[in-house]
Each structure stands twice: as structure tokens, then as C-alpha cells.
Nanobody, 115 residues
Framework: QVQLLESGGGLVQPGGSLRLSCVGS????????MGWYRQAPGKQRELVAVVTSGETTTYIDSVKGRFTISKDNAKNTVYLQMNSLKPEDTAVYYCNAARVIFNYWGQGTQVTVSS
């Protein structure tokens, strides 16, 4: 059974940092495109960042220069380092693993940026 387990969310003040982690089980993230998505209240889920099996990374414009996606294949874990957080980054963040017809989601972790 495939599982993606996120952790690292929480409440942080504007300008602060958080690091999200997503540990995969039942799959080898090395061969998947791994992504972080987020969904704010009343909004559609949006892609934040992805890292391909070839280590190519892509970010949405609003997080470029602030967020960094990375993965540790040995630990089967993908990370999202979030710096200079803004209130508009508040959302539930989801981990995703995609490959061909396979598409898996984690349960999400809440990130709240507020003073």
C-alpha cells in the first residue's frame, strides 16, 4: 500500500521559515515526479513546486526565491524548505507522487502564517 506522510506544518509569523517533509512508503520516490501542492480556504489546489526523477525543479512564480524543493532518495523523503513566509502562503500543503498512470497524495499538513 502506498502512503505519503507529510509533517512539519504549523503556525509561523510572517518572515519566518518552515520545512515540510514527505516520507513515502510502498513506492520509490526516486523514479517519481514529486510535488508539493497547496490549497487555501475557498481556493483551488495549486502546484507549488516539483522535482522530477532527473532532479529538475520547477516553482510557481509566487514562491521563487523563497521556497526550495529537494529530495533524499536514500530516505525516500521529499522536502519543501519555505523561507520568508507570507500570510498568503497559508494553506494545507499536500505531497504528491506522479508517474505515468500513477498518482498518489498525502493527507496534507496545515501551514498558517500569521502574527
Amino acid at each position: 500500500q502506498v502512503q505519503l506522510l507529510e509533517s512539519g506544518g504549523g503556525l509561523v509569523q510572517p518572515g519566518g521559515s518552515l520545512r515540510l517533509s514527505c516520507v513515502g512508503s510502498g513506492i520509490s520516490i526516486r523514479i517519481y515526479t514529486m510535488g508539493w501542492y497547496r490549497q487555501a480556504p475557498g481556493k483551488q489546489r495549486e502546484l507549488v513546486a516539483v522535482v522530477t526523477s532527473g532532479e529538475t525543479t520547477t516553482y510557481i512564480d509566487s514562491v521563487k526565491g523563497r521556497f526550495t524543493i529537494s529530495k533524499d532518495n536514500a530516505k525516500n523523503t521529499v522536502y519543501l524548505q519555505m523561507n520568508s513566509l507570507k500570510p498568503e502562503d497559508t494553506a494545507v500543503y499536500y505531497c504528491n507522487a506522479a508517474r505515468v498512470i500513477f498518482n498518489y497524495w498525502g493527507q496534507g499538513t496545515q501551514v498558517t502564517v500569521s502574527s
